[in-house]
Nanobody, 120 residues
């Protein structure tokens, strides 16, 4: 069973930076999509950034130009560099991975989440 473990969350002042890291227990090379969602209190979970179809980078509009997603296939990690953080970025950030299969359909994996709080 694939496991995803996030790290790097914490408290940061507005305008600051954090780097989240997601470590996978298996090779991430074969996964179709991998990236980060977030969920703020009282809000639905939203996609923040993802690497899809193997190499396409996707970002939600509110983080474009501030966040950068990257992966290290050798280390089986996916990182999210977050710069210029704003209070509205406060949320629990979840790492996810999707493996599309013929027989079983989409297999979705989630990490346990890491809290990011942006506040002065």
């Amino acid at each position: 069973q694939m496991q995803l473990v996030e790290s790097g969350g914490g408290l940061v002042q507005p305008g600051g930076s954090l780097r989240l890291s997601c470590a996978a227990s298996e090779s991430i090379f074969s996964f179709n999509d991998i990236g980060w969602y977030r969920q703020a209190p009282g809000k639905q979970r939203e996609l923040v950034a993802a690497i899809t179809g193997g190499d396409r980078l996707n970002y939600t509009d509110s983080v474009k130009g501030r966040f950068t997603i990257s992966r290290d296939i050798a280390k089986n990690t996916v990182d999210l560099q977050m710069n210029g953080l704003k209070p509205e970025d406060t949320a629990v950030y979840y790492c996810f991975a999707v493996l599309r299969t013929i027989l079983q359909g989409d297999l979705n994996y989630w990490g346990q989440g890491t809290q990011v709080t942006v506040s002065s």
